[in-house]
């Protein structure tokens, strides 16, 4: 570490003085710096403090303190840097300030924090960076942590960060976890940079990760970015999480950016889940929560599908999108699909869910759900379904749709059942399908569809069943549909319009 201080007497007769202090370090195991560096001219003085610390196979440490106080100007930068690469656990860890005080005994403190971490058997990296540049007027500071890793069965990366002074601050967190049940590939990653010149504000968060390999699949993530300065936005918080559960090959999927800048923000979350194998369950979720001094507003989507069947070849995936532009346009997307297929006389199934709400969000709140459940039995079956719903701020779509098949001799069926649900602004519309075709007799082929959909305020309702046998024995078709779209609001006014 190297420490250089000087003073001088200036053309107008101040005196001045500043300092210097730097330091690096380098190791296999760990890297420490602890360096501080301050001064006073009278009554005048500013201090600094620059500690970092990091932790792995390959370990840097940088720090760097300038402090200078010329009349009444006292300015002072603080740069810190931690880096690490290794296998298994690596932490890079930073802490550091300034404080100064002027002629009245007023006194003026920033902060600069930063931790980044990681955990993969594989491969793990860690990186934090700050700079603080202060002076009794102004604040300017920049900020940047990363953290990866790579892991077989397990991976998980984090980062928490911050800077400012008094009410001009920014903070950033985030965190990504995933496991596989049988040693498959994880990888997770969590970056965050964040800038503050003067009274503006820009703040970053992003959230990566992927989990796969054969059995059961999981990723979780939630992340946090924070700006004080932000004039209609304070806080973005967004989370995603999946589960994907078969008896064959899964994957799960994470993406998510969140940013601050100005006085808007920005929020996407992508989380998704697959699996492939004769029994399958798909969970996914995702949300943003956007929080401010006038209103809190949440934004979420869900889904699972769950289906079981005995082809190997049998599937099913789960999507979620949430979104919120800096124009406040509001988009979500949660969209099921699956196929369940059977042989040798066993039964084949498949069930979906997909959710979407929005509360809170300029003064409006609005919903929706779509359902299918699907069912088959005979030799040979084969049930497929899809459905989605969709928020784009405007208006609310969706689609269920559900379709099965059966095959063979003696007693066989199918059943579908398609459910619809939207609600905006108290106004609802809802519609349920559901049919059944059965049949007992040689080489008979049976089969059903449920369909219903609401595309723009337009209605689609679909229900089908065929039977169909070539060799004796009875058969039979039942189908049933109820169907509601009604709008809650006129129906209230034309009660009362009847009553008078």
Do not use: C
Not at 296 to 311: E, H, I, K, L, T
Not at 343 to 351: F, M
Not at 385 to 405: P, R
Request: aromatic share 4%; no cysteine.
């Amino acid at each position: 570490m190297q420490q250089q201080m000087g003073m001088e007497i200036t053309s107008d007769g101040n005196v001045a003085m500043n300092v210097t202090s730097n330091g690096n370090a380098t190791g296999a195991g760990s890297s420490n710096i602890d360096t501080s560096a301050g001064g006073n001219v009278g009554n005048t003085n500013v201090d600094n403090v620059a500690n970092v610390m990091s932790i792995g196979d390959s370990a840097k440490s940088y720090s760097d303190i300038f402090a200078a106080v010329e009349g009444e100007k006292i300015t002072s930068n603080v740069m810190q840097q931690g880096k690490v690469v290794g296998q298994g656990a690596t932490l890079s860890n930073v802490n550091g300030g300034s404080s100064m005080q002027n002629r009245n005994g007023e006194r003026k403190n920033g902060f600069s924090f930063g931790n980044a971490g990681g955990t993969g058997s594989i491969n793990t990296e860690a990186e934090v960076q700050t700079q603080q540049a202060m002076s009794w007027d102004q604040l300017m500071a920049r900020l940047m942590a990363s953290a990866s890793a790579s892991g077989a069965g397990s991976a998980q990366s984090n980062v928490d960060l911050g800077t400012g002074s008094g009410d001009n601050n920014i903070t950033i967190s985030g965190l990504v976890s995933g496991l596989n049940s049988n040693q498959g590939t994880v990888n997770t990653l969590v970056k965050g940079n964040g800038i503050i010149n003067g009274t503006d504000q820009n703040v970053v968060g992003t959230m990566y990760g992927i989990s796969s390999g054969k059995g059961n699949s999981t990723l979780v993530g939630a992340s946090s970015i924070v700006s004080n300065q932000s004039s209609s936005l304070g806080e973005i918080q967004a989370f995603g999480n999946s589960n994907a559960y078969s008896s064959g090959n899964t994957s799960v999927n994470l993406m998510s950016n969140t940013n601050i800048e100005s006085d808007s923000g920005l929020g996407v979350v992508h989380i998704d889940g697959e699996g492939q194998g004769t029994d399958n369950y798909i969970v996914a979720s995702n949300g943003l929560k956007f929080v401010n001094s006038n209103n809190d507003a949440a934004f979420m989507g869900s889904g699972n599908v769950r289906g079981s069947g005995s082809d190997e070849n049998s599937k099913a995936s789960q999507s979620v999108d949430t979104a919120v532009d800096p124009s406040g346009v509001v988009k979500i997307i949660a969209q099921s699909d699956g196929q369940s297929i059977s042989h040798d006389g066993k039964n084949a199934s498949l069930t979906f869910n997909d959710n979407g709400l929005v509360g809170g969000w300029r003064n409006s709140s609005f919903s929706g759900f779509a359902n299918g459940v699907g069912s088959a039995s005979g030799k040979d079956t084969n049930v497929t379904g899809q459905g989605f719903v969709l928020m784009d701020g405007a208006s609310t779509n969706g689609n269920s749709s559900m379709q099965a098949f059966g095959t063979g001799t003696g007693q066989i069926s199918a059943d579908t059942k398609a459910v619809l649900n939207v609600v905006e602004n108290g106004v609802q519309r809802n519609g349920t399908v559901n049919g059944i075709a059965a049949a007992d007799g040689n080489n008979t082929n049976v089969q059903s569809l449920s369909l219903i959909s609401n595309l723009d305020g337009f209605e689609t309702v679909n229900n089908y069943q065929k039977v169909s046998s070539s060799g004796a024995g009875s058969s039979s078709v039942s189908a049933s549909s109820s169907t509601i779209f009604k709008r809650k609001k006129r129906f209230a006014v034309l009660s009362n319009m009847l009553k008078q």
